[in-house]
């Protein structure tokens, strides 16, 4: 390997589908503000949650490795379909470079805090028909009640920027309401576009005078990078590089999108790594 997949200096991957795991990258940018991160849309092929889980895999490992060999420290797949489908395609395709995935650090939240509580999950179709989370929790040997549910409108709807209105608080309340997650204590974004509209997630309950832990991985995998950075000695100690933002396919329309997303305007550079 490089000398560069050892440098404190070097960026932070990440990779998502299009324009959700931007908030995946500005959760750590928040927690981390003098790393650098090198971003890496698939705006070509979105959404991955409608996609086999060959094509999410090989598209994966495509960004992966542009990503180490654009010298990342570590690479964090910002997508649970991703990461549901490829994770480990991903870290055999980085050679040594970290791989840190969306769904990881929320197994690990709940089975620290949450083990004795009735789990919701709502995701797009691919991450909840893959049963990432459950299968997880089995493998941990957690016999923990989980009830999964898709709910494929919420991240078109914000992705549109359909949020914090009626509209969105519609859909929000008609999914919700559903009896797939009655009696639940906790729930979990399952989809990096959620965090954006866990407030109104968050009112719903309130409103309902329920008590439910809202879950998103977000911040939980910024904390994740914090810790593998510190454990590793890769903290950047230096000057910030600058951060690159990079999409499979450009859209001018797409590119204002962002701004929703990241909380401030980027500018993005198409880049084309299909055959």
Request: aromatic share 8%; net charge negative.
């Amino acid at each position: 390997m490089a000398e560069l997949y050892f440098n404190d200096h070097a960026p932070i991957g990440v990779i998502d589908s299009g324009i959700g795991g931007l908030t995946v990258a500005n959760a750590i940018r928040d927690l981390l503000p003098n790393e650098a991160i090198y971003y890496f849309g698939d705006t070509a092929h979105l959404p991955y949650g409608d996609k086999s889980a060959a094509s999410v895999r090989y598209y994966t490992a495509r960004i992966t490795d542009l990503l180490v060999k654009k010298g990342c420290k570590c690479v964090v797949i910002a997508c649970n379909t991703a990461s549901s489908f490829a994770a480990k395609t991903a870290e055999e395709i980085a050679d040594g470079v970290k791989v840190i995935d969306v769904v990881t650090p929320v197994i690990e939240h709940i089975i620290q805090y949450l083990s004795n509580k009735k789990i919701g999950i709502i995701g797009t179709k691919g991450t909840i028909e893959s049963r990432i989370y459950p299968r997880r929790l089995k493998l941990e040997g957690k016999n923990i009640d989980v009830k999964s549910m898709a709910t494929p409108l919420l991240a078109s709807m914000v992705e549109e920027g359909f949020f914090k209105n009626k509209i969105s608080k519609a859909v929000i309340n008609q999914y919700l309401s559903s009896h797939h997650l009655s009696g639940i204590e906790a729930l979990v974004l399952a989809c990096t576009h959620y965090p954006l509209i866990k407030p109104e997630i968050s009112s719903y309950y309130n409103a309902q005078n329920i008590d439910v832990e809202v879950v998103d991985n977000a911040s939980l995998t910024a904390k994740a990078v914090r810790n593998y950075l510190e454990i590793s000695g890769l903290l950047n100690s230096g000057i910030q590089k600058p951060d690159h933002f990079m999409v499979s396919d450009y859209t001018k329309s797409f590119e204002v999108s962002t701004q929703i997303f990241f909380g401030e305007k980027v500018s993005l550079e198409e880049v084309r790594i299909w055959d």
